[in-house]
């Protein structure tokens, strides 16, 4: 396969990814989400409860409470909080993308570890991916839905 190629570059994240999930350590669960254009890759296993974002202390990271509250809904929900050491890498959008992409990441990695907690998750909607994104500009309109204004005469 050509190095230019269209198909080259999904060949290479494909067989990163398989390298990503052969080279997790045993007991460590590795799960995506998204949120907007965010995307969090979360790394969970069973511990004192620490939690950091990208190399960051969690509430430092996510500068808002009502953000490390969205965050930590899921492990409330099922009472794993302080139980489990949380690692995330998130990139793309905003603060609030990012803290739906961590939300929707734990509540997917918990499910991994534990799939009898499908039920009380699933109630929480935490495992649903939020589908609503931006809309886009049209051509002749200031934003995606307003309009200029319109002058009669």
Same mark, same amino acid.
């Given at each position: ?98 803290? /739906? ?38 051509? /002749? ?13």
């Amino acid at each position: 396969m050509q190095a230019n190629s269209p198909n080259h570059s999904l060949w290479l994240r494909a067989a990163i990814r398989e390298h990503d999930e052969i080279m997790e350590a045993p007991g460590v669960v590795r799960c995506t989400g998204r949120r907007k254009e965010a995307v969090a890759v979360v790394r969970m296993s069973i511990g004192e409860g620490t939690f950091t974002i990208n190399q960051k202390d969690a509430r430092g990271y996510l500068s808002r409470d009502t953000l490390m509250m969205v965050v930590q809904q899921p492990l409330e929900a099922v009472d794993m909080l302080g139980k489990v050491n949380i690692r995330a890498r998130v990139h793309g959008g905003g603060l609030a993308g990012q803290a /739906g992409a961590l939300r929707h990441g734990i509540a997917r990695a918990l499910l991994e570890h534990n799939a009898e907690l499908r039920p009380t998750l699933k109630r929480g909607g935490f495992l649903t991916r939020d589908a609503r994104e931006v809309e886009r500009k049209k051509y /002749g309109q200031p934003k995606a839905r307003k309009r200029f204004q319109y002058s009669k005469r």
